[in-house]
């Protein structure tokens, strides 16, 4: 069954580094989506990407985040300058389309990020 | 702002029992409701996707079901196992949305089924 693919599974960084999170969704998904949890909080939406571009984002996807699809398979998350409140499990998600059914979001096994 | 709650947040049951799982959501104007399963340290594992016009959707023991009007929905376990003992998240797809669709998910309810 096809689906969703993250990597690293664990990524540990220096505050102030950079990172970037790297996801394959699946082959004829149209629609990427960036997500976030908290240890012990709600999973929070960040991003979604559309036809090479943010569709949607939230407030927490500030200056300091950018998505790209860089080629026709991966899809990163980019944090500049990490702080350590960007410690989190973070989540790829993708579908098929934005309507009816197709609209359901697959999620990968996510990246947990430390940031010391 | 769509907030979503789940009640209760961890639930403890013998082998072989049937439960409720609830949500409720503050705008009934949603899209779609997804239920969703998460085991510790892991992904999110889609279980169930009831569109806004819909009102239940089942998959083998499971079933779920949507009243838009009273904001809530319930995911009804029928037989449960040991191997059903994870996290179980509700998240609902805003009407008002652009091209993608953003979710708001519940905290949770954590599920614990007893040999």
Redesign the interface.
């Known amino acids: 069954e096809p689906e969703v693919t993250q990597t690293p599974s664990h990524q540990v960084t220096q505050m102030g580094q950079e990172v970037i999170l790297r996801c394959v969704p699946i082959s004829n998904h149209l629609y990427f989506y960036w997500y976030r949890q908290i240890l012990g909080q709600k999973v929070e939406f960040l991003v979604s990407f559309y036809n090479n571009e943010i569709s949607e984002k939230s407030e927490i996807f500030d200056d300091q985040f950018s998505v790209e699809r860089p080629d026709g398979s991966n899809f990163t998350l980019k944090i500049r300058s990490t702080k350590l409140e960007d410690s989190a499990m973070y989540f790829c998600a993708s579908s098929e389309d934005s309507g009816g059914a197709k609209n359901i979001q697959y999620f990968g096994a996510g990246t947990r990020l430390s940031v010391l | 702002k769509q907030e979503v709650t789940q009640i209760p947040a961890a639930l403890s049951v013998p082998e072989g029992e049937n439960l409720v799982l609830n949500c409720s959501f503050t705008d009934s104007a949603i899209?779609?409701l997804?239920w969703?399963r998460q085991d510790p340290?892991?992904?999110?594992?889609?279980l169930l996707?009831i569109?806004s016009s819909q009102r239940e959707q089942t998959s083998g023991r499971l079933n779920a079901s949507l009243d838009k009007s009273s904001g809530r929905s319930t995911l009804y376990i029928a037989a449960s196992q040991p191997g059903d003992s994870a996290t179980y998240?509700c998240?609902v797809?805003p009407l008002s949305?652009?091209?993608?669709?953003?979710?708001?998910?519940?905290?949770?309810t954590q599920l614990t089924v007893l040999p």
């Open positions: 899209y779609n997804q969703f340290g892991k992904g999110l594992t889609s996707l569109q998240l998240a797809y949305s652009g091209s993608a669709r953003q979710l708001t998910f519940g905290s949770g």
